[in-house]
């Protein structure tokens, strides 16, 4: 690819159109990926956005990168294996509330953990949109909107951003679907994070969720600089609102896998093939 | 005199060290041209719980598990119960135990010859930390005719790790046992060529894994597949490549999808519990045409069933258990060698096919050691010629005379595209259209049925009006049967499946041509062979089953009776 | 920032233009894709008259080095340049009077932008030409506020449905 023009955010885009719904907040994660990638002048060739399934999840093929729709939950193993296998390539990963934190909830920790350089976009609308609004991990208690879970969940709400700091993220931030623009720069730290950086992003669903277009006068800028300590960091995820936006946890860590110590050797295929003679 | 194989228990409880013992024996008897196999069996301690190396020493390379044990050296008699099922005893059996020992009334109850050494104390004059199996070891070097200074060299290089004193302690045990003379008569097979490999079948299917060209394996711990990953990981890191231990199976397969997207061939190894949690994902990989391998070394099922002991019970799931109309490959290696070269084909057909392979291998090839003449392998398979999209819009999932598209990778210049499970079109993008739909599953399919599999889709064996059908393990058991049938004056083809997805309908009835019956014989309880088989295709003549569900291996002499007893009706 | 140069300024109101431009479009593809026609159309009106006054704001800025900020790097009085579209005012089953009014902020908080310069601006120049672009961001509310007196009044249930909704995955 030809980096010597510089490609503004609409360049990111592939002719693939959203499905989303107008006032979906996911466009506006998209707007922002594609103005951090402006930002960062990544090359489209050397970057691969990788999600689960559900509405989020759609958002891979909208932009002109390489990309891969996996399965419901999956989206953080596949991305893993690929930026291990491939460390040069960007890797982003992203899927929605229901997909990183319940199906693929598993995952979410042991990303976290194993600090593998790439970045995870959660965008969060604490509902399950593409299977007709079921209550997600992230629904609160008293949520009667879905015949499923007619009386509410019931059960208390995760919070990803405290999970993601118990589980060893090194870097935590939050954003709101209504502010692409912090939302891109946050997007553009988290990809220059040598790291696993975890961007948590409040992110409305209009069909399920109206009452979600209240999050906007909530929603409010922290405005410190990131925490770098962890036990300050959980006091704060810990006892926070969850609606406070930007970089809120930053802290350098060595990623997975670390560079390989042993020596190579041309013939190690004849050296291995050699070890079962006797 | 010789036979054609010498069968030797090696049991013993709380860290006696059979195993060792067994493994060292073998290893001096291949140095001497010796041919044989090794299979271990223990208890569900982890550790100081019973175990027992299980010898057959032979004069070829068709390892069957032994049916009848002429040498049982009881290093110690706590549990033997356990093993009664698989260590047969009888009048012709020498019996070599502690002197003073309390013999199981059972085993005294056989008749055997019994033959008392006071083995602890020997060891213990030998050295101070003179060890019983270590001594056993010098016996039966003694009664084989081995080598001592080959036995007390592998011995130290085995324990090339441990102090100075234990490694002498080994030594002078062997040493004092050598020169032991035992009054016991055994006929060792006779000897073969040497340049053998010592291996297992696990570790043979990591050598013919990475031979292949794999570089990335995803692994998450199961038994009995996890010394292939181990093996792996250690061999990865002299390659360049790279291993990630997963979370869950769920993630390995799909850490494993994510590198093959990336352009690195990629592998991982599970058992059934482990595959029943990869399928979905495996078939994500069909329809995203995304190429790897998935290693399956079975167990008894289902569940947790029986997880340190073999049967070919996963092979129902391996063909049919993806859901949607899901072709892709499934293949068998026939024996420890094998694993070399089948999983090696393996490798190079999903990523020919751009498709997932899945490899049946079982606990008894995989774990179990062996002495093999160099192993074959896969030779290259050219790719087939790329046809470049046209009008320079790139088509990942272009429809082309043999089904398959030129894959690009992450970091190719301008052939970006977004792999999905989602039905797409030509270019990827999803799309729930009955001509897309059509259109995929047919180029999904014809890439697998159009492609020329060669000679490799079986090993065609001997001739006659009956023919033995097996896949994987069984074949060993079958090819044995199949000799002993021809002995005995009724001979037998074998055919022993390699390739078991696509099936190759048209070379396996040619290979029966003029055929007048048919036995499948499968270690499995639900006959999952033959129902496969009668569902893909119309038999001239009658086809019978012999399935027989693990643990206890195959047994090519009632195999050999069933053949007879079908036939003569 | 955008009040103290005149190729501050210019940067900013390129970005204005040309974000307003880009959002319009998006929407109409997705009112579009939800096949809510008038205000598709109406969204991509919206766009052309952007792009319009983005070119202009090119022409002039021809020949000026403006400073290439980062998309956050832009000073707006609210998140997104004022006359942006939020994604999340939308609604696929909105009226043509909604996305009208909604337009009609759009322009408006443009305006004011605009003004905001024109008065506190030290530099003429800015202050000159973004006097004249919060003229012209009045003349379209103007335009707009007559188009929207033709319209009739929203039904007061112009939102609600009779089918559930989809279930795509």
Redesign the interface.
Known sequence: MNNAVQLKAKDYKSAVKPIWCPGCGHFSVFNAITKAMAALAISKDDTVMISGIGCSSRLPAYVDSYGFHGVHGRGLAIAQGLKVARPDLTVMAMGGDGDGFSIGGNHFIHACRRNVNMTYIAMDNEVYGMTKGQASPTTPMDWDHSKLTPHGPGVRPFKPAALALASGAPWIGRAYSGNPNQMAKLIAQAVEFEGFSFLHVMSQCITFCPEQTDWKAIVHERGEPALTDADEAAKLFLHEDGFQTGLLYSERRATWPPESAVPQSEDALGQLAASFRV | MSSTHLSIAITGAGGAGVISCGELLLQAWARLGGRGLLRKAYGPQIRGGESAALLKLTEDERYTAADHYHLLVALDWDNFSRFEDEIQLGPDTWVLCETGAEIPAAVLALQPHVLEVPMAELAKSAHPDGRVNMLALGLLGGLLGLPVDSLCQLAQQKLARKAEAYQDAAVASIRSGCAQSLDCELHPPALGDTGTWYLSGNQAAGLGALEAGIRFVAAYPITPASDVLEWMAGGLEQVAGQLVQAEDELAAINMTIGAAFGGVPAFTATSGPGLALMSESIGLAVASETPLTVFNVMRGGPSTGIPTKSEQSDLNIALHGLHGDAPHLVLAPLDIADCVFTTGWAVQLAQQLQTAAIVLSDQFIGQSTAVVSEPRRCAAIASAPAEPSAGGDYLRYKLTDSGISTVASPGDVDQRFTADGLEHNEKGTPSAKHSDHQQQLQKRQDKLEQFDYGEQWAALSGSGPVAIVSFGSSSAAAAEAAVQLSASGTPARTIALRLLAPLQTDALAQALAECERVVVVEQNHGAQLYRYLRGQMDFQQPLHSYAMAGPVPLNAKHIAQFVAEVSAV | MANETLAGFLAHSIELESEAR?RYT??A???T??H?RDVAAFFLRMAEEARHHLAEVAQLAQGMLLPQL???E?DWPE??PPETA???????R?SLRQAMTLALANERAAESYYRNVATSSDDQDTARIAGVFADEELSHAAELERLLAQLPENPLHQLEEDD??????
């Open positions: 880009e998006e929407l593809d997705a009112m894709g939800h809510n980062k998309a956050w832009f998140a997104e939020s994604y999340e005012d939308m609604h696929y909105m559930d909704p989809h279930m795509p995955e």
